[in-house]
């Protein structure tokens, strides 16, 4: 079945400096990707997405570009802030449901 | 909008309770799931529902059971509540495309003792 593998952490970074979270995919069909950020004590919510291949999600400072050839989604961002102190899950979609990643847990310090 | 709501925040149950978790969502959506969140596990898909009168399980449906009557409402059923049900509840919603983003409530937190 469907499914994602990312990187777990948990990962501590100063701020400003260079964030990649890797993510890899495995699914039947063109699934859409995305990358979810749930802050300390609330629900999940969409940080970025892409639908097709070569798609590049961005948002907030973060970018994601859909990787077809090697099944990758991998969130980057150029100068982390104390603010994105947060757990980052990766998601495929394509049909009815979502499948996630584990997750992974951001901190910065200043 | 106030988007997906649930209620109760926080709730503490013995073991044998029973207890109905809410969600309301006023977007109109179609799609609404239920997942749980334990500790480094990611959320795990509990059921789900394409529409009014129509649900379906997820990944781990056992020891839960829901309907949905109205386009706005999901609630989710503890029958005999047990410890490996302690988790974070999260409901959540979508409109019908496949690449539509799914809305959370800020969630449930279930002890079980």
């Known amino acids: 079945g469907d499914s994602v593998t990312q990187m777990e952490g948990p990962v501590t970074l100063s701020e400003e400096a260079f964030l990649t979270i890797n993510c890899t995919y495995t699914a039947t069909g063109y699934p859409s990707l995305f990358w979810y950020v749930q802050y300390p004590g609330e629900g999940l919510q969409l940080l970025l997405k892409a639908t097709k291949a070569d798609d590049k999600g961005s948002n907030k400072g973060f970018e994601a570009t859909y990787r077809k050839e090697t099944t990758s989604f991998h969130l980057e961002k150029g100068s982390v802030q104390v603010s994105d102190s947060a757990v980052y899950f990766c998601a495929l979609g394509g049909s009815e449901k979502l499948v996630f990643g584990k997750g992974m847990k951001l901190t910065v310090n200043p | 909008n106030a988007g997906v709501t649930q209620t109760p925040k926080f709730r503490i149950l013995k073991i044998g309770q029973s207890m109905t978790l809410q969600c309301t969502q006023d977007?109109?959506?179609?799609?609404m799931y239920w997942y749980r969140q334990d500790p480094g596990m990611g959320l795990k898909l509990i059921y789900y529902?394409?529409?009014?009168?129509?649900?379906d399980k997820g990944e781990v449906p056992n020891g839960y059971n829901v309907s949905r009557s109205t386009t706005e409402d999901f609630p989710l059923r503890l029958e005999l509540a047990a410890p490996s049900q302690t988790s974070v509840y999260f409901c959540?919603?979508?409109?019908?495309?496949?690449?539509?983003?799914?809305?959370f409530g800020p969630g449930t937190r279930l002890t079980v003792l």
């Open positions: 977007m109109n959506h179609n799609y």
């Open positions: 529902s394409v529409g009014a009168g129509i649900t």
């Open positions: 959540a919603s979508r409109r019908t495309s496949d690449s539509d983003t799914q809305y």
